[in-house]
T-cell receptor, first 115, second 117 residues
Framework: AQSVTQPDIHITVSEGASLELRCNYS??????LFWYVQSPGQGLQLLLK??????LVQGIKGFEAEFKRSQSSFNLRKPSVHWSDAAEYFC?????????????FGQGTILTVHP | EPEVTQTPSHQVTQMGQEVILRCVPI?????FYWYRQILGQKVEFLVS????????KSEIFDDQFSVERPDGSNFTLKIRSTKLEDSAMYFC???????????????FGPGTRLTVL
């Protein structure tokens, strides 16, 4: 069965600092990987996705993520964090085959940004 | 840009009552899903639906839950007899069919917050 681990429950950074949110996945086949962001009381917004090809993917709002098959990781990065990036971030892995489209989410990482 | 819509945005109900959460997926999509997020917890898969039948369901999706696509546009989640622990945000999502190998991203609706008293 697929699973996702986000080791950091809560991360605090200063505005302008760099950010890396960790994500490790478990999936038996080629993973389809996603990062979503959720502001309080809001829905899920897709930041970026990895299906195949270049292992460094660019997303919206200046975010990027790198797929490392050897480490089963898909960490999210941003070189300079803005106060508006404060939110909860979810990593997810998507299934193919008979479970097509089913997403399994990690526990989420809450990002706090200090001015 | 097409989007998934959900109604109502917030539903308050008494324990034991039936609720129906409604979703309108993106019009050319063929795969539909419901997810649940209990306050402060992760998003959990409930059920997937394709070709007018359930493709997969999780352990959470017991006999109290059902899904239906009553017409060409709506996709509903019914909880027959709500419990306190059903209080959560419910997200609908849709995905278009792939041609051959490949994968398409899922589009989420804004969610319905269900409060069971």
């Amino acid at each position: 069965a697929q699973s996702v681990t986000q080791p950091d429950i809560h991360i605090t950074v200063s505005e302008g600092a760099s950010l890396e949110l960790r994500c490790n996945y478990s999936y038996g086949a080629t993973p389809y990987l996603f990062w979503y962001v959720q502001s309080p009381g809001q829905g899920l917004q897709l930041l970026l996705k990895y299906f195949s090809g270049d292992t460094l993917v660019q997303g919206i709002k200046g975010f990027e993520a790198e797929f490392k098959r050897s480490q089963s990781s898909f960490n999210l990065r941003k070189p300079s964090v803005h106060w508006s990036d404060a939110a909860e971030y979810f990593c997810a892995v998507g299934a193919g085959g008979t479970s097509y489209g089913k997403l399994t989410f990690g526990q989420g990482t809450i990002l706090t940004v200090h001015p | 840009e097409p989007e998934v819509t959900q109604t109502p945005s917030h539903q308050v109900t008494q324990m034991g009552q039936e609720v129906i959460l409604r979703c309108v997926p993106i019009s050319n999509h063929l795969y539909f899903y419901w997810y649940r997020q209990i306050l402060g917890q992760k998003v959990e898969f409930l059920v997937s639906f394709y070709n007018n039948e359930i493709s997969e369901k999780s352990e959470i999706f017991d006999d109290q839950f059902s899904v239906e696509r009553p017409d060409g546009s709506n996709f509903t989640l019914k909880i027959r007899s709500t419990k306190l622990e059903d209080s959560a945000m419910y997200f609908c999502a849709s995905n278009r069919q792939t041609s051959g190998r490949g994968y398409n991203e899922q589009f989420f609706g804004p969610g319905t917050r269900l409060t069971v008293l």
